[in-house]
């Protein structure tokens, strides 16, 4: 029985955030002193998480990937990335990470059964990455992106929201990054969620943007085959390049048409929409394998057409649920 909605899309992919805490502060998903913490005891437990998942692969989920906050603080991962990569009908396993605990668990995660990471690194300026970041130190980050690339944990994808007057100038440097190393670029655009939606309209930049200076440095951007796992990217490769790019662009075009996810956030909410306020609690269904099945069918069912995002954001009537910041929900 698969995990159909009401508008004929198919899932079979869940984002599993597995703790809202993170060692960075990035400006665009939270405020300096951080979120406020979900006690430890409201977190689900990798038992608790392993029964969603095998559940969600009974219906039809074949892909996983962890998030956060950052999944590298939650303590170990690589037993849980084992523990899913086992359960039948999981075809492949991945994460987002910021990199910064990378070099160090990249073996590890590999060796449990991890195939691939996603990367966050805003700015290849030691200062901005800082700014960004708010006090991140981008040799480390880069040196996860060596070390998942030592330890094959591949296709490397680096993940960048594009922020006018913060990074907009560094698109260049991205794209000769993307000519000169194996990794797949993906510019993402800044949404207008949680904490950080008041700064939307000021770092906004529609991704057209990039594509601008592509042609400008006369690297024009043709389209390309997906990459594995590429979700809502549109793919690009470039003259001569050993990488490739991706366009993330859920404000100036809509990518809900081919949505195939769901999520689960750490204190045990499915979200059927990253920008949504229907969620439902996982705890009334746990120890029941029939009735968690039940609810993910039904979340599924409340799934919207479309995101209700738009620029300029427009979140005034929204609960405070859809405004989870994306450090709950794990992006
Ligand atoms: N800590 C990990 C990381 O930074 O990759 C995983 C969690 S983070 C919430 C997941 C993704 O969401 C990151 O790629 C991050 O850049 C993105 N993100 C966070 N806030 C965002 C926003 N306001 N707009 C667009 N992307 C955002
Ligand atoms: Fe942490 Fe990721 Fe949010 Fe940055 S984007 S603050 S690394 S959760």
Redesign the pocket.
Known sequence: MALTDLFGRKHDYLRISVTDR?????L???GPEGVKQIPQDQILTYEEILEVVRAGAALGISGVRLT???PLVRRGLSHLVRRISRIPGIEEVTMTT?GILLPNSAGPLKEAGLRRVNI?IDSLKPAVYRRI?RGGKLNRALAGVKAALEKGLKPVKVNIVLMKGINHREVPAFLKLAQEQELHLRFIEYMPIGARRDRHQKYYLPLAYVQKVAARMGLPLTPAPPVAGAGPAENFSLPGGKGTIGLIHPISRHFCGSCNRLRLIAEGYLKCCLYWQEERSVRPALGDSVLMQKLLQEVVRQKPEKHLMSAPCSSASLSPQAMRG??RIG?
Do not use: D, F, K, P
């Open positions: 993170c060692n960075l502060r990035c665009y998903c939270m956060g906050g950052e910021n966050s970041t994306m450090s992006g």
